[in-house]
């Protein structure tokens, strides 16, 4: 399309005519690529082209080639000029080209016959056509990013920006841990879960650090590319990072929200004041030229700070307690245990310690609360015209507490975190049609989970249970029916590294342009998920001979048997848990970009992936039984387990796209690729689906110091001697294992799409997107038993197929064995629709609209278990993420002086919103704790036997009695448990929860204190109608009078008064800009 502004095109002064269009670079960067005309439209041979960044002054000169050709590739973000020079032909210089994150200017040049030495300037289009990817990518520029107000100052919210993202965190129907994420091209992917290292959530989903939103030049979401694109099947989540220019630039900010401006929250109870909520996000950036021309710099430094009130209440065994239980053992003769009274210093003694013994006797004022200090550097060095090399830092720290499980503040559950991200990118135009990038780079990604105070020296207090490394010390967990409970959080956690290794040459002959190369990845991970390695303690009030004992509360006859020493059940997990774990991948690739016709190109390559299968520095195991060196319990490990599994070398991915300009405002687009995925490590190291099974192929009880999870109950504690000596291993021991036949898990991903160019603005273009998922990696219990009546242990292990085995000596103490495998499958099909404008009479939007549907036979891999095991696709049906309908936008509007007079105050005013509504999520109505199949698996789902929404109004109720407020979704008596040793009928995802929108706003004043310097007030209102979102209802107990309802709000869980749709606040901040 024409690039001349109207009004000379109108003036037919301008013989030259520039065609812009949009290619895929399938990189953190971009670039500029096309050919060079005459105006009959005869290819123009070996032409002088020269590029030089508006902003860095940085300048590189090529040659078209001998049929005219020219590529820039991996360019630096920013904007650009293109100068094109040929004897005998009028020189034409474009200015204004956006060279954006994975995409290429295809710029076509017309030149004009001319014998005067003269140099037309014309502008690139604010937006254009892509008239030869086949690529879905959207780009969130720097305005947008700069002025879309984020909730938390989370760049992760950007991506619900995109058209195909639900608010169930789908891109596509993939999993929702089937993305990759990177920063600057380096991977920034934890792979323990294969989330987003940066801004990851700690203590719930507030972010442990926070990258911030001022270094962010352009972020980047790619689906369905060609074959750069790799490691993962659901799509590239790519962040640019801001670089320094000839001009000193940067920012000064404060922003600061607190609970006075704050809704109040529906839930709350009608006695409760408004929960306090504080929350402050402050720094600074600033960036230029080192050596103008030459080497630049750019830092930024964030902090946030934020606390949230408790509300909660707890019981504490205060001395009115303590008094009612002694009496209890003085009236039955039983001594009060030293040990216990020893002990009992671990609780507080609340906040009324002489009061009465009721319950809600202690609160504890210390809030939730948080902090992360985060930073960035990054330098940029023009070595000459052909190389430039740049460097990248980030450096996140942070702290969390929260009260998860107890009110007790020296259990609150404490996650340090340590977030960092480096890379070096060098890049070399070794000739005109040939370059070169490489880059390396480091991510470590560390947090643990541990009680706030884990010093306590437990033996010191007489309470032997074997642990005497101080790494280990802090209070086991103690349960004391109706009390509150200590030691909440064992240690847990993980310290991980990778190791990223990136080459990709670009070569442009003819009508192709060809980029090929490769991708290696190491991993390591210290695993330090040490479940009940202090010991559990469970105390009833049924040990005692007060047990039956009338008139008399269940707290206080289980602080009895505590005083008493009386344990009803206790656990221990023995034997070293730590692991180091280790993984390695590499993949080769080869595209080409192929222009068939100047309407026609085409895209296609492969791309070859290869995941190394897990090793440990630690003992692992597997189950094959009869295999070399399997040990009594079947399990195979050391040097007799050659590989955890089989080594997956065929993984060979094919892409194919093309792109069709149909008309002049007109382009039709489609592509088809498989997509390998790189498995996370926790459904193999941290699966607890609640069976029994052993958490992880570390979790064996195998080798030289197995593995076992003992357990003793009925017994008196005693003053230094260990509980544990001498216990019984359980009857039955669960196992954990991999597939023998374990393949790599693969996406197939194809669209159909078209783009129309309604004006120089704006572009409108509807898609059908589809993908499926095949060998996607699913759990399952290959030792379930038979659906039967017994439930017991002696029950449930004759009917378990591995009982009879022949070759494994203890076959019938085996009880869930869970196998993660390569089976799941998945599909999703969808209609979308997006539009989009650009600096349109100061407006600049994006709106989306998906219809979406996606089904499978499981959705995840932890924690993930079928109701059976023996007919896991029976499954089959809405996915956990599955949304039917998603709208998504956003606006940028900078309005138009007021009138002509006081600019301080008539000039600057800026508005923005950023909008997010979809329909419910599904879930299933199971039967919690219930065993009712007899298979051990306790995943039954309930018989629907009715109307679950019969008579339900949906809104808001407020007891009467000053009880919880609640809204009714679902009636308990529509549901009833299946028949002893059946499966209930009601399908797998069949219900849907309450829909979601959220609209948040800002209003902006600018005002300018010299030139070049602008303040800036801004005011963000979060939930700006303040609707209620509420969360899926619970549906633990069919007969409990608190089914179905639901009593919060959809991130209060995770992010209360913070997260996303939470009820409406404001926040207000201010922020210099120069």
Same mark, same amino acid.
């Given at each position: 399309?024409?690039?001349?502004?109207?009004?000379?095109?109108?003036?037919?002064?301008?013989?030259?005519?520039?065609?812009?269009?949009?290619?895929?670079?399938?990189?953190?960067?971009?670039?500029?690529?096309?050919?060079?005309?005459? !105006?009959?439209? *005869?290819?123009?041979?070996? @032409?002088?082209?020269?590029? #030089?960044?508006? &902003? $860095?002054? /940085? +300048?590189?000169?090529?040659?078209?080639?001998?049929?005219?050709?020219?590529?820039?590739?991996?360019?630096?973000?920013?904007?650009?000029?293109?100068?094109?020079?040929?004897?005998?032909?009028?020189?034409?210089?474009?200015?204004?080209?956006?060279?954006?994150?994975?995409?290429?200017?295809?710029?076509?040049?017309?030149?004009?016959? !001319?014998?005067? *030495?003269?140099?037309?300037? @014309?502008?690139?289009?604010? #937006?254009?056509? &892509? $008239?030869? /990817? +086949?690529?879905?990518?959207?780009?969130?520029?720097?305005?947008?990013?700069?002025?879309?107000?984020?909730?938390?100052?989370?760049?992760?919210?950007?991506?619900?920006?995109?058209?195909?993202?639900?608010?169930?965190?789908?891109?596509?129907?993939?999993?929702?841990?089937?993305?990759?994420?990177?920063?600057?091209?380096?991977?920034?992917?934890?792979?323990?879960?294969?989330?987003?290292?940066?801004?990851?959530?700690?203590?719930?989903?507030?972010?442990?650090?926070?990258?911030?939103?001022?270094?962010?030049?352009?972020?980047?979401?790619?689906?369905?590319?060609?074959?750069?694109?790799?490691?993962?099947?659901?799509?590239?989540?790519?962040?640019?990072?801001?670089?320094?220019?000839?001009?000193?630039?940067?920012?000064?900010?404060?922003?600061?929200?607190?609970?006075?401006?704050?809704?109040?929250?529906?839930?709350?109870?009608?006695?409760?004041?408004?929960?306090?909520?504080?929350?402050?996000?402050?720094?600074?950036?600033?960036?230029?030229?080192?050596?103008?021309?030459?080497?630049?710099?750019?830092?930024?430094?964030?902090?946030?700070?934020?606390?949230?009130?408790?509300?909660?209440?707890?019981?504490?065994?205060?001395?009115?307690?303590?008094?009612?239980?002694?009496?209890?053992?003085?009236?039955?003769?039983?001594?009060?245990?030293?040990?216990?009274?020893?002990?009992?210093?671990?609780?507080?003694?609340?906040?009324?310690?002489?009061?009465?013994?009721?319950?809600?006797?202690?609160?504890?004022?210390?809030?939730?609360?948080?902090?992360?200090?985060?930073?960035?550097?990054?330098?940029?060095?023009?070595?000459?015209?052909?190389?430039?090399?740049?460097?990248?830092?980030?450096?996140?720290?942070?702290?969390?507490?929260?009260?998860?499980?107890?009110?007790?503040?020296?259990?609150?559950?404490?996650?340090?975190?340590?977030?960092?991200?480096?890379?070096?990118?060098?890049?070399?135009?070794?000739?005109?049609?040939?370059?070169?990038?490489?880059?390396?780079?480091?991510?470590?990604?560390?947090?643990?989970?541990?009680?706030?105070?884990?010093?306590?020296?437990?033996?010191?207090?007489?309470?032997?249970?074997?642990?005497?490394?101080?790494?280990?010390?802090?209070?086991?967990?103690?349960?004391?029916?109706?009390?509150?409970?200590?030691?909440?959080?064992?240690?847990?956690?993980?310290?991980?590294?990778?190791?990223?290794?990136?080459?990709?040459?670009?070569?442009?002959?003819?009508?192709?342009?060809?980029?090929?190369?490769?991708?290696?990845?190491?991993?390591?991970?210290?695993?330090?998920?040490?479940?009940?390695?202090?010991?559990?303690?469970?105390?009833?009030?049924?040990?005692?001979?007060?047990?039956?004992?009338?008139?008399?509360?269940?707290?206080?006859?289980?602080?009895?048997?505590?005083?008493?020493?009386?344990?009803?059940?206790?656990?221990?997990?023995?034997?070293?848990?730590?692991?180091?774990?280790?993984?390695?991948?590499?993949?080769?690739?080869?595209?080409?970009?192929?222009?068939?016709?100047?309407?026609?190109?085409?895209?296609?390559?492969?791309?070859?992936?290869?995941?190394?299968?897990?090793?440990?520095?630690?003992?692992?195991?597997?189950?094959?039984?009869?295999?070399?060196?399997?040990?009594?319990?079947?399990?195979?490990?050391?040097?007799?387990?050659?590989?955890?599994?089989?080594?997956?070398?065929?993984?060979?991915?094919?892409?194919?796209?093309?792109?069709?300009?149909?008309?002049?405002?007109?382009?039709?687009?489609?592509?088809?690729?498989?997509?390998?995925?790189?498995?996370?490590?926790?459904?193999?190291?941290?699966?607890?689906?609640?069976?029994?099974?052993?958490?992880?192929?570390?979790?064996?009880?195998?080798?030289?110091?197995?593995?076992?999870?003992?357990?003793?109950?009925?017994?008196?504690?005693?003053?230094?001697?260990?509980?544990?000596?001498?216990?019984?291993?359980?009857?039955?021991?669960?196992?954990?294992?991999?597939?023998?036949?374990?393949?790599?898990?693969?996406?197939?991903?194809?669209?159909?799409?078209?783009?129309?160019?309604?004006?120089?603005?704006?572009?409108?273009?509807?898609?059908?997107?589809?993908?499926?998922?095949?060998?996607?990696?699913?759990?399952?219990?290959?030792?379930?038993?038979?659906?039967?009546?017994?439930?017991?242990?002696?029950?449930?292990?004759?009917?378990?197929?591995?009982?009879?085995?022949?070759?494994?000596?203890?076959?019938?103490?085996?009880?869930?064995?869970?196998?993660?495998?390569?089976?799941?499958?998945?599909?999703?099909?969808?209609?979308?629709?997006?539009?989009?404008?650009?600096?349109?009479?100061?407006?600049?939007?994006?709106?989306?609209?998906?219809?979406?549907?996606?089904?499978?036979?499981?959705?995840?891999?932890?924690?993930?278990?079928?109701?059976?095991?023996?007919?896991?696709?029976?499954?089959?049906?809405?996915?956990?993420?599955?949304?039917?309908?998603?709208?998504?936008?956003?606006?940028?509007?900078?309005?138009?002086?007021?009138?002509?007079?006081?600019?301080?105050?008539?000039?600057?005013?800026?508005?923005?919103?950023?909008?997010?509504?979809?329909?419910?999520?599904?879930?299933?109505?199971?039967?919690?704790?219930?065993?009712?199949?007899?298979?051990?698996?306790?995943?039954?789902?309930?018989?629907?036997?009715?109307?679950?929404?019969?008579?339900?109004?949906?809104?808001?109720?407020?007891?009467?009695?000053?009880?919880?407020?609640?809204?009714?979704?679902?009636?308990?008596?529509?549901?009833?448990?299946?028949?002893?040793?059946?499966?209930?009928?009601?399908?797998?995802?069949?219900?849907?929860?309450?829909?979601?929108?959220?609209?948040?706003?800002?209003?902006?004043?600018?005002?300018?204190?010299?030139?070049?310097?602008?303040?800036?007030?801004?005011?963000?209102?979060?939930?700006?109608?303040?609707?209620?979102?509420?969360?899926?209802?619970?549906?633990?107990?069919?007969?409990?009078?608190?089914?179905?309802?639901?009593?919060?709000?959809?991130?209060?869980?995770?992010?209360?008064?913070?997260?996303?749709?939470?009820?409406?606040?404001?926040?207000?901040?201010?922020?210099?800009?120069?």
């Amino acid at each position: 399309m024409s690039l001349f502004s109207r009004h000379v095109r109108l003036a037919l002064l301008v013989p030259a005519l520039a065609i812009v269009q949009m290619a895929s670079a399938q990189t953190f960067r971009g670039g500029i690529a096309g050919t060079v005309q005459d !105006s009959t439209g *005869s290819l123009i041979a070996n @032409v002088k082209i020269t590029l #030089v960044g508006t &902003d $860095t002054g /940085s +300048s590189r000169q090529i040659t078209s080639s001998s049929s005219g050709d020219y590529s820039l590739q991996d360019l630096p973000l920013g904007l650009y000029s293109v100068t094109v020079e040929a004897p005998g032909f009028q020189s034409t210089k474009i200015d204004g080209i956006a060279v954006r994150p994975g995409q290429i200017y295809s710029l076509n040049i017309k030149l004009a016959v !001319s014998s005067r *030495s003269e140099v037309v300037d @014309v502008s690139a289009a604010a #937006v254009t056509l &892509d $008239t030869v /990817s +086949s690529t879905n990518n959207s780009v969130v520029n720097d305005k947008a990013v700069a002025n879309i107000p984020l909730n938390g100052r989370d760049f992760t919210q950007l991506v619900k920006i995109v058209p195909g993202y639900n608010g169930a965190g789908s891109l596509n129907g993939t999993r929702t841990n089937q993305n990759n994420y990177q920063i600057d091209g380096a991977d920034n992917n934890d792979i323990w879960q294969n989330g987003a290292a940066a801004n990851q959530g700690g203590v719930g989903s507030i972010a442990g650090v926070t990258l911030p939103i001022d270094a962010i030049d352009q972020f980047t979401v790619q689906s369905q590319g060609n074959a750069e694109v790799g490691r993962n099947g659901g799509g590239l989540i790519s962040l640019a990072i801001k670089s320094g220019t000839n001009h000193l630039h940067g920012s000064a900010y404060y922003f600061n929200r607190n609970e006075f401006f704050a809704a109040r929250s529906p839930f709350l109870l009608s006695t409760t004041r408004k929960t306090k909520l504080r929350n402050q996000q402050f720094g600074g950036s600033i960036g230029g030229p080192i050596i103008k021309d030459k080497l630049f710099f750019f830092t930024n430094y964030e902090r946030q700070k934020y606390l949230i009130q408790n509300t909660g209440s707890a019981t504490e065994p205060t001395t009115a307690y303590v008094n009612a239980a002694t009496a209890l053992l003085t009236a039955n003769s039983v001594a009060v245990n030293p040990l216990s009274l020893s002990v009992l210093s671990l609780w507080p003694q609340g906040n009324k310690p002489s009061g009465p013994a009721t319950a809600g006797n202690y609160f504890d004022p210390r809030p939730q609360s948080g902090y992360s200090d985060n930073a960035i550097g990054k330098i940029d060095w023009t070595i000459s015209p052909k190389q430039s090399l740049s460097a990248r830092a980030f450096i996140g720290t942070g702290r969390q507490f929260a009260a998860v499980g107890t009110n007790i503040f020296d259990y609150y559950q404490v996650a340090p975190d340590i977030t960092q991200n480096f890379t070096a990118t060098h890049n070399w135009a070794i000739t005109d049609h040939f370059s070169n990038q490489l880059l390396a780079g480091v991510g470590v990604f560390n947090q643990t989970f541990n009680d706030e105070n884990h010093s306590q020296n437990i033996p010191a207090l007489g309470l032997n249970t074997g642990v005497t490394s101080p790494s280990l010390f802090g209070a086991p967990t103690i349960n004391i029916s109706g009390l509150d409970t200590v030691g909440q959080t064992q240690p847990l956690g993980r310290k991980d590294y990778t190791g990223h290794l990136t080459d990709t040459a670009t070569y442009a002959f003819g009508k192709h342009v060809v980029r090929f190369g490769g991708e290696f990845r190491r991993n390591y991970m210290d695993l330090q998920y040490q479940r009940n390695v202090r010991g559990t303690f469970n105390f009833t009030g049924t040990a005692g001979p007060w047990a039956s004992t009338t008139g008399v509360g269940t707290d206080v006859k289980a602080l009895a048997d505590y005083l008493a020493g009386y344990v009803a059940s206790s656990s221990f997990t023995q034997g070293t848990l730590r692991r180091g774990i280790y993984n390695k991948a590499f993949d080769l690739f080869g595209q080409d970009q192929y222009q068939v016709f100047p309407t026609l190109t085409l895209n296609y390559g492969v791309r070859y992936t290869y995941n190394g299968p897990f090793t440990s520095d630690g003992v692992v195991s597997d189950f094959r039984p009869g295999a070399a060196g399997a040990d009594a319990y079947g399990l195979v490990s050391g040097s007799s387990l050659s590989s955890i599994y089989p080594q997956n070398k065929t993984n060979v991915a094919p892409r194919f796209g093309f792109s069709y300009q149909a008309a002049s405002k007109l382009v039709v687009r489609g592509t088809y690729g498989i997509y390998f995925d790189v498995p996370n490590f926790n459904g193999f190291f941290d699966n607890r689906p609640g069976n029994g099974g052993a958490a992880g192929v570390q979790a064996n009880p195998t080798g030289a110091t197995p593995v076992l999870n003992l357990s003793r109950a009925s017994y008196q504690w005693l003053t230094g001697v260990n509980p544990f000596v001498g216990a019984s291993i359980p009857a039955a021991l669960g196992l954990s294992t991999i597939s023998p036949n374990f393949r790599t898990a693969y996406v197939q991903n194809f669209n159909l799409n078209t783009q129309y160019q309604l004006s120089r603005n704006t572009i409108v273009q509807l898609s059908y997107v589809g993908s499926l998922g095949r060998r996607l990696f699913r759990l399952v219990d290959i030792n379930q038993a038979r659906p039967g009546a017994g439930t017991t242990t002696a029950a449930l292990q004759p009917r378990r197929p591995y009982y009879t085995a022949t070759n494994i000596t203890n076959a019938k103490t085996i009880a869930a064995i869970n196998q993660i495998e390569s089976e799941g499958t998945s599909n999703y099909h969808s209609f979308q629709a997006m539009v989009r404008t650009s600096n349109f009479h100061g407006l600049t939007a994006q709106g989306s609209y998906t219809l979406g549907h996606a089904l499978d036979v499981v959705s995840g891999t932890r924690g993930f278990a079928p109701q059976d095991s023996a007919n896991p696709n029976a499954e089959y049906g809405n996915a956990d993420f599955d949304v039917r309908h998603t709208f998504n936008g956003y606006i940028v509007y900078e309005a138009p002086q007021i009138g002509h007079s006081l600019p301080v105050l008539t000039k600057g005013w800026q508005g923005n919103a950023f909008v997010t509504a979809f329909t419910g999520t599904p879930f299933s109505v199971k039967l919690g704790s219930v065993d009712n199949s007899g298979t051990g698996e306790f995943q039954d789902r309930a018989n629907q036997i009715g109307d679950p929404k019969a008579g339900l109004t949906r809104q808001l109720v407020t007891p009467s009695n000053g009880g919880t407020p609640y809204v009714q979704w679902l009636t308990g008596s529509s549901f009833s448990a299946a028949t002893q040793g059946t499966f209930g009928t009601s399908r797998r995802n069949a219900y849907r929860g309450p829909a979601f929108a959220t609209v948040d706003a800002s209003l902006v004043k600018n005002t300018q204190l010299r030139a070049g310097v602008n303040f800036q007030l801004r005011a963000e209102m979060f939930n700006l109608f303040n609707r209620i979102n509420l969360a899926n209802p619970g549906t633990g107990t069919l007969s409990s009078s608190t089914f179905g309802r639901s009593t919060n709000t959809r991130n209060n869980g995770g992010a209360p008064g913070i997260g996303p749709g939470e009820p409406f606040n404001v926040q207000f901040a201010g922020k210099i800009i120069f």
